[in-house]
Protein backbone atom coordinates (compact mmCIF):
# COMPACT_ATOMS: atom_id res chain seq x y z
CA UNK A 1 0.00 0.00 0.00
CA UNK A 2 1.21 3.46 -1.14
CA UNK A 3 0.55 5.16 2.31
CA UNK A 4 0.91 8.47 1.01
CA UNK A 5 -1.81 7.57 -2.02
CA UNK A 6 -4.17 6.65 0.97
CA UNK A 7 -4.13 9.57 3.31
CA UNK A 8 -4.47 11.49 0.13
CA UNK A 9 -7.47 8.85 -0.33
CA UNK A 10 -8.48 9.39 3.77
CA UNK A 11 -8.83 13.53 3.57
CA UNK A 12 -10.62 13.25 0.31
CA UNK A 13 -13.39 10.94 1.61
CA UNK A 14 -13.68 13.21 4.94
CA UNK A 15 -14.11 16.31 3.42
CA UNK A 16 -16.72 15.23 0.60
CA UNK A 17 -17.98 13.06 3.38
CA UNK A 18 -18.68 10.05 0.62
CA UNK A 19 -17.03 7.23 -0.80
CA UNK A 20 -18.66 8.46 -4.06
CA UNK A 21 -17.68 11.85 -4.62
CA UNK A 22 -14.17 11.22 -3.13
CA UNK A 23 -13.93 8.63 -5.88
CA UNK A 24 -15.27 11.46 -8.66
CA UNK A 25 -13.10 14.53 -7.28
CA UNK A 26 -9.47 12.16 -7.66
CA UNK A 27 -10.80 10.45 -10.80
CA UNK A 28 -11.04 7.16 -9.57
CA UNK A 29 -13.12 3.71 -8.93
CA UNK A 30 -15.38 3.72 -5.82
CA UNK A 31 -14.38 0.64 -5.50
CA UNK A 32 -10.77 1.70 -5.39
CA UNK A 33 -11.34 4.44 -3.06
CA UNK A 34 -13.02 1.78 -0.77
CA UNK A 35 -10.04 -0.50 -0.54
CA UNK A 36 -7.76 2.41 -0.18
CA UNK A 37 -9.95 3.19 2.81
CA UNK A 38 -10.10 -0.70 4.41
CA UNK A 39 -5.84 -1.18 3.86
CA UNK A 40 -5.17 2.05 5.41
CA UNK A 41 -7.43 1.24 8.36
CA UNK A 42 -5.97 -2.30 8.94
CA UNK A 43 -2.74 -0.85 8.67
CA UNK A 44 -3.47 1.24 11.69
CA UNK A 45 -5.52 -1.34 13.28
CA UNK A 46 -8.09 1.30 14.17
CA UNK A 47 -11.27 2.50 12.51
CA UNK A 48 -11.22 6.09 10.83
CA UNK A 49 -14.48 5.95 9.20
CA UNK A 50 -18.54 5.36 9.95
CA UNK A 51 -20.86 3.97 6.81
CA UNK A 52 -23.84 4.65 6.50
CA UNK A 53 -26.32 3.35 3.43
CA UNK A 54 -26.71 7.93 2.77
CA UNK A 55 -23.39 8.87 4.82
CA UNK A 56 -20.04 9.05 5.90
CA UNK A 57 -18.76 10.42 9.16
CA UNK A 58 -15.48 10.33 10.73
CA UNK A 59 -14.75 8.22 14.20
CA UNK A 60 -12.72 9.63 16.63
CA UNK A 61 -9.54 8.29 15.65
CA UNK A 62 -10.65 9.79 11.90
CA UNK A 63 -11.06 13.00 13.71
CA UNK A 64 -7.51 12.60 15.21
CA UNK A 65 -6.27 11.03 12.38
CA UNK A 66 -7.64 13.77 9.92
CA UNK A 67 -5.59 16.78 11.43
CA UNK A 68 -2.45 14.32 11.53
CA UNK A 69 -3.46 13.94 7.39
CA UNK A 70 -3.59 16.92 6.48
CA UNK A 71 -0.43 18.05 7.97
CA UNK A 72 1.57 15.42 6.02
CA UNK A 73 -0.14 16.67 2.86
CA UNK A 74 0.58 19.78 3.32
CA UNK A 75 4.30 19.22 4.14
CA UNK A 76 4.58 16.91 0.91
CA UNK A 77 3.27 19.66 -0.96
CA UNK A 78 5.50 21.95 0.25
CA UNK A 79 8.80 19.75 -0.37
CA UNK A 80 7.26 18.74 -3.80
CA UNK A 81 7.26 22.70 -4.47
CA UNK A 82 10.97 23.22 -3.41
CA UNK A 83 11.96 24.36 -6.64
CA UNK A 84 14.49 26.88 -8.38
CA UNK A 85 12.49 30.62 -8.00
CA UNK A 86 12.15 30.92 -11.80
CA UNK A 87 9.48 27.91 -11.75
CA UNK A 88 6.15 28.27 -12.78
CA UNK A 89 3.54 28.27 -10.19
CA UNK A 90 1.89 24.90 -9.90
CA UNK A 91 -0.51 22.82 -7.62
CA UNK A 92 -3.14 23.13 -5.31
CA UNK A 93 -3.44 26.59 -3.60
CA UNK A 94 -5.06 26.68 0.11
CA UNK A 95 -6.68 30.53 0.29
CA UNK A 96 -8.76 31.81 3.16
CA UNK A 97 -10.45 35.60 3.59
CA UNK A 98 -12.84 37.20 5.40
CA UNK A 99 -16.63 36.06 3.80
CA UNK A 100 -18.03 39.56 2.29
CA UNK A 101 -14.30 40.76 1.67
CA UNK A 102 -13.37 37.62 0.24
CA UNK A 103 -16.15 37.59 -2.16
CA UNK A 104 -16.22 41.57 -3.40
CA UNK A 105 -12.72 41.79 -3.85
CA UNK A 106 -10.52 38.48 -3.27
CA UNK A 107 -12.50 36.38 -5.44
CA UNK A 108 -12.21 38.78 -9.01
CA UNK A 109 -8.28 38.83 -8.14
CA UNK A 110 -8.50 35.11 -7.98
CA UNK A 111 -10.25 34.10 -11.13
CA UNK A 112 -7.36 36.44 -12.90
CA UNK A 113 -4.66 35.06 -11.25
CA UNK A 114 -5.74 31.36 -12.24
CA UNK A 115 -6.18 32.45 -15.37
CA UNK A 116 -2.33 33.66 -15.79
CA UNK A 117 -1.12 30.45 -14.21
CA UNK A 118 -3.19 27.59 -15.39
CA UNK A 119 -0.97 25.49 -13.85
CA UNK A 120 -2.28 26.45 -10.21
CA UNK A 121 -5.70 25.50 -8.87
CA UNK A 122 -7.09 26.93 -5.58
CA UNK A 123 -9.50 25.62 -3.00
CA UNK A 124 -10.65 28.83 -0.99
CA UNK A 125 -12.64 28.72 2.85
CA UNK A 126 -14.46 32.07 3.30
CA UNK A 127 -14.69 32.35 7.53
CA UNK A 128 -15.43 35.77 9.16
CA UNK A 129 -13.52 34.06 12.38
CA UNK A 130 -9.53 33.69 12.26
CA UNK A 131 -8.75 29.65 11.86
CA UNK A 132 -5.27 28.26 12.34
CA UNK A 133 -3.56 27.84 9.10
CA UNK A 134 -1.69 25.42 10.15
CA UNK A 135 -3.80 23.00 11.47
CA UNK A 136 -6.74 23.63 8.61
CA UNK A 137 -3.69 23.23 5.74
CA UNK A 138 -3.90 26.94 4.47
CA UNK A 139 -1.12 28.84 2.30
CA UNK A 140 -1.75 31.83 2.36
CA UNK A 141 -4.90 34.09 3.54
CA UNK A 142 -6.16 37.34 3.43
CA UNK A 143 -6.71 39.45 7.02
CA UNK A 144 -8.30 42.38 7.70
CA UNK A 145 -6.55 43.51 11.09
CA UNK A 146 -3.19 43.55 13.55
CA UNK A 147 -1.63 40.08 13.56
CA UNK A 148 -0.93 39.59 16.82
CA UNK A 149 0.15 35.85 15.78
CA UNK A 150 3.86 35.87 15.80
CA UNK A 151 3.68 32.52 13.93
CA UNK A 152 2.74 34.14 10.60
CA UNK A 153 4.38 36.36 8.08
CA UNK A 154 2.17 39.44 6.97
CA UNK A 155 2.33 41.52 3.74
CA UNK A 156 0.81 45.15 4.07
CA UNK A 157 -1.36 45.45 1.11
CA UNK A 158 -3.52 48.60 1.91
CA UNK A 159 -6.02 49.33 4.92
CA UNK A 160 -9.62 50.33 5.02
CA UNK A 161 -11.51 52.60 8.13
CA UNK A 162 -15.02 51.97 10.02
CA UNK A 163 -16.88 54.96 9.66
CA UNK A 164 -20.50 56.14 10.07
CA UNK A 165 -22.91 55.87 7.16
CA UNK A 166 -26.94 57.27 6.24
CA UNK A 167 -28.82 57.53 3.34
CA UNK A 168 -29.34 60.79 1.62
CA UNK A 169 -33.24 60.38 2.46
CA UNK A 170 -32.99 59.66 6.26
CA UNK A 171 -30.98 63.09 6.13
CA UNK A 172 -33.26 64.33 4.57
CA UNK A 173 -35.99 63.51 7.08
CA UNK A 174 -33.88 63.58 10.12
CA UNK A 175 -30.53 65.94 9.34
CA UNK A 176 -26.97 65.43 10.38
CA UNK A 177 -25.60 64.97 13.82
CA UNK A 178 -23.62 67.68 14.63
CA UNK A 179 -21.05 65.81 16.86
CA UNK A 180 -20.77 62.60 18.02
CA UNK A 181 -22.79 62.97 21.14
CA UNK A 182 -25.78 63.37 18.71
CA UNK A 183 -25.78 59.94 17.60
CA UNK A 184 -28.00 59.19 20.91
CA UNK A 185 -31.10 61.47 19.43
CA UNK A 186 -30.77 59.68 16.01
CA UNK A 187 -32.00 56.40 15.04
CA UNK A 188 -29.02 53.95 14.56
CA UNK A 189 -28.51 50.40 13.26
CA UNK A 190 -25.95 48.08 15.43
CA UNK A 191 -24.18 44.85 13.64
CA UNK A 192 -22.86 42.51 16.03
CA UNK A 193 -19.92 41.34 13.63
CA UNK A 194 -18.22 44.50 14.28
CA UNK A 195 -20.10 45.98 17.42
CA UNK A 196 -19.49 43.96 20.01
CA UNK A 197 -21.29 46.60 22.19
CA UNK A 198 -24.73 47.35 20.71
CA UNK A 199 -25.66 50.43 22.72
CA UNK A 200 -22.45 52.23 22.14
CA UNK A 201 -19.53 52.96 19.19
CA UNK A 202 -15.74 53.78 19.83
CA UNK A 203 -14.96 56.59 17.55
CA UNK A 204 -11.91 58.21 16.53
CA UNK A 205 -11.62 62.16 17.01
CA UNK A 206 -9.06 65.02 17.21
CA UNK A 207 -8.77 64.68 20.88
CA UNK A 208 -8.90 60.98 20.95
CA UNK A 209 -11.10 57.94 21.29
CA UNK A 210 -14.56 58.85 21.95
CA UNK A 211 -17.42 56.05 23.05
CA UNK A 212 -20.32 57.04 22.07
CA UNK A 213 -23.84 56.13 23.39
CA UNK A 214 -26.03 54.70 20.73
CA UNK A 215 -29.80 53.78 20.63
CA UNK A 216 -30.13 51.00 17.67
CA UNK A 217 -33.36 50.85 16.03
CA UNK A 218 -32.23 47.64 14.31
CA UNK A 219 -29.64 45.00 15.73
CA UNK A 220 -28.67 42.68 13.29
CA UNK A 221 -25.78 39.91 13.09
CA UNK A 222 -24.24 40.97 9.69
CA UNK A 223 -22.92 44.06 8.43
CA UNK A 224 -24.52 43.30 4.88
CA UNK A 225 -27.88 43.76 6.87
CA UNK A 226 -27.01 46.90 8.50
CA UNK A 227 -25.26 48.48 5.07
CA UNK A 228 -29.05 47.29 3.34
CA UNK A 229 -30.92 48.62 6.38
CA UNK A 230 -28.76 52.21 6.08
CA UNK A 231 -29.38 52.58 2.58
CA UNK A 232 -33.10 51.82 2.89
CA UNK A 233 -33.17 54.61 5.22
CA UNK A 234 -33.37 53.13 8.57
CA UNK A 235 -30.72 54.75 10.13
CA UNK A 236 -26.88 55.50 10.55
CA UNK A 237 -24.77 52.72 10.16
CA UNK A 238 -21.35 52.01 11.68
CA UNK A 239 -19.99 50.22 9.00
CA UNK A 240 -16.01 49.55 7.54
CA UNK A 241 -15.84 51.16 4.23
CA UNK A 242 -15.56 48.63 1.82
CA UNK A 243 -18.89 47.03 3.42
CA UNK A 244 -20.08 50.43 2.16
CA UNK A 245 -18.73 50.89 -1.05
CA UNK A 246 -21.20 49.60 -3.30
CA UNK A 247 -24.14 51.28 -1.90
CA UNK A 248 -21.82 54.61 -1.61
CA UNK A 249 -20.68 54.62 -5.38
CA UNK A 250 -24.81 54.25 -6.02
CA UNK A 251 -25.56 57.24 -3.89
CA UNK A 252 -27.18 54.97 -1.64
CA UNK A 253 -25.40 56.10 1.46
CA UNK A 254 -22.93 58.80 2.22
CA UNK A 255 -20.53 59.36 4.82
CA UNK A 256 -21.49 60.97 8.16
CA UNK A 257 -19.32 63.16 10.86
CA UNK A 258 -16.22 61.70 8.63
CA UNK A 259 -13.92 63.55 11.42
CA UNK A 260 -14.80 60.49 13.62
CA UNK A 261 -13.59 57.85 11.89
CA UNK A 262 -11.67 55.27 12.93
CA UNK A 263 -7.92 54.24 12.50
CA UNK A 264 -6.87 52.66 9.51
CA UNK A 265 -7.07 48.53 9.34
CA UNK A 266 -4.91 47.31 7.59
CA UNK A 267 -5.03 44.66 4.66
CA UNK A 268 -2.75 41.68 5.10
CA UNK A 269 -1.64 38.66 2.86
CA UNK A 270 -0.51 36.19 5.72
CA UNK A 271 1.44 32.76 5.82
CA UNK A 272 2.92 30.38 8.00
CA UNK A 273 6.23 31.67 9.15
CA UNK A 274 9.37 29.11 9.13
CA UNK A 275 8.48 27.52 6.09
CA UNK A 276 10.08 27.51 2.30
CA UNK A 277 7.19 29.89 0.63
CA UNK A 278 6.28 27.62 -2.86
CA UNK A 279 6.24 29.67 -6.54
CA UNK A 280 2.11 29.40 -5.96
CA UNK A 281 2.30 31.20 -2.73
CA UNK A 282 5.16 33.98 -3.83
CA UNK A 283 2.75 34.63 -6.94
CA UNK A 284 -0.50 35.41 -5.13
CA UNK A 285 1.16 37.18 -2.16
CA UNK A 286 2.70 39.71 -5.38
CA UNK A 287 -0.27 39.42 -7.36
CA UNK A 288 -3.28 39.68 -5.16
CA UNK A 289 -0.94 41.74 -2.90
CA UNK A 290 -0.84 43.99 -5.73
CA UNK A 291 -3.89 44.10 -6.58
CA UNK A 292 -5.49 44.50 -3.29
CA UNK A 293 -2.78 47.44 -3.02
CA UNK A 294 -4.82 49.29 -6.35
CA UNK A 295 -7.62 49.13 -5.16
CA UNK A 296 -6.94 50.12 -0.75
CA UNK A 297 -3.52 51.44 -1.15
Do not use: V
Given at each position: MDRLDAVTVFVAVAEQESFAAAARKLSRTPAAVTRAIAELEASLSARLLNRTTRSVALTEAGQLYLERARKLLAAHAEFEGAVPDDHEPSGVLHVTAPVNFGRQHVMPLLYDFLGRHPRVDARVLLLDRVVSMVEEGLDVGVRLGRLPDSSLRATRAGSVKRAIYASPSYIARNGLPASP??????????????????????LEGPSGTLHVAIKPRLVVNTTEAAADAAAAGLGLAFLVSYQAAQHVAAGRLVEVLSDYSVEQIPIQIIQPAGRFTPAKVRAFIDEIGAGLRRQFG
Open positions: PELIQHSTISAGAINPHADRWS
